[in-house]
């Protein structure tokens, strides 16, 4: 066996051990110089006829936590514009909307908001924001074409299929529900209920979800069950089943990216960063998007 020397090597690993001791004596931070930024969030969506806008600027804390900081980051004050590319320009009015977590910043937070403004397929939409504090921004967005549903039963299984399309839009939304009237003492109510795409095995209904697939498949049984609990819970009333709403949201590429790092789990394999890094605002951070929105309802009766 022939032997290697090692008088040699041993100058030779001090003098990587020193190199790499050099090496750190810089100075090493996880933080990236801080960038001071607006942050423009807004979905504009054919569900409802008022439009919402947020901004916000960017934030530095002493140490690693943001939740250190205690100073709400809306802005008021700004010049908040939607333009479409058929001439048609909204400008939009500062409101207080309630936040959903009170306990940092206080239950009130600073929005823009503009009514009787509804999106349209086939449109390009720009968003225009000038601060006379923070700068300027903008963003755009071109809507998809307009929402097609349609659906088929099984005859022998009852299996419910819910299908739309939408060219230009990247991602769906399809839910279903069930429309029955309720009689009790006399008195005839009508209602709705979402149908859960299939139950968990400790009975919890699960919801459909964003996803590129532009269909929906709920089984019979899983119709049937829900039924029964919509019978136990309206119980002593009597339900007669009205017929059924297929409802669908078609989000737009930016809409869809936006969910899919904030809500989406394509690998659950891999560690995901529970942080939005999508951003389609020009000069600043956020998001601007847009859903279109279309129903059906088919009668049973």
């Known amino acids: 066996m022939s032997r290697i020397p090692t008088r040699g090597l041993i100058p030779v690993f001090l003098l990587a051990v020193e190199f790499l001791f050099l090496s750190c004596d810089e100075s090493f931070s996880p933080k990236a110089p801080f960038e001071e930024k607006l942050v423009v969030f807004s979905l504009l969506t054919a569900a409802r006829d008022t439009q919402y806008v947020v901004v916000s600027r960017t934030y530095d804390v002493e140490g690693f936590d943001p939740l250190q900081n205690r100073e709400a980051p809306e802005v008021a004050g700004a010049d908040v514009r939607i333009i479409a590319d058929d001439g048609t320009s909204v400008m939009l009015r500062d409101t207080i909307v309630q936040r959903s977590d009170s306990v940092r910043y206080g239950p009130d937070r600073v929005a823009y908001y503009v009514p009787s403004f509804r999106i349209l397929p086939r449109r390009v939409y720009r968003l225009e924001v000038k601060s006379p504090t923070d700068g300027e921004v903008s963003a755009s967005f071109q809507t998809g ?26 991602g769906f939304l399809i839910r279903l529900y069930l429309v029955y009237r309720v009689t009790s003492g006399g008195n005839v109510i009508q209602k709705e209920a979402e149908v859960p795409q299939f139950f968990s095995r400790d009975g919890t209904p699960v919801y459909p979800q964003v996803d590129r697939q532009n269909q929906l ?6 119709i049937l069950r829900f039924k029964a609990r919509i019978a136990a819970q309206e119980a002593p009333g009597v339900i007669d089943e009205v017929g059924k709403k297929v409802v669908v949201w078609a989000l737009d590429a930016n809409a869809y990216n936006y969910y899919q790092i904030v809500r989406g789990f394509n690998d659950p394999l891999s560690v995901r960063v529970d942080l939005p890094d999508y951003s389609n605002i020009e ?8 859903i279109l929105a279309d129903s059906l309802f088919f009668s049973t009766l």
Do not use: C, H, M, N
């Open 283 to 290: 000069g600043g951070l956020g998001v601007f998007g847009g």
């Open 217 to 222: 498949v709920i089984y019979g049984d899983v």
């Open 145 to 170: 074409d307009p929402v097609r549903i349609g659906r088929s039963v099984d005859v022998e299984t009852q299996d419910f299929t819910a299908f739309a399309t939408s060219a230009g839009s990247k």
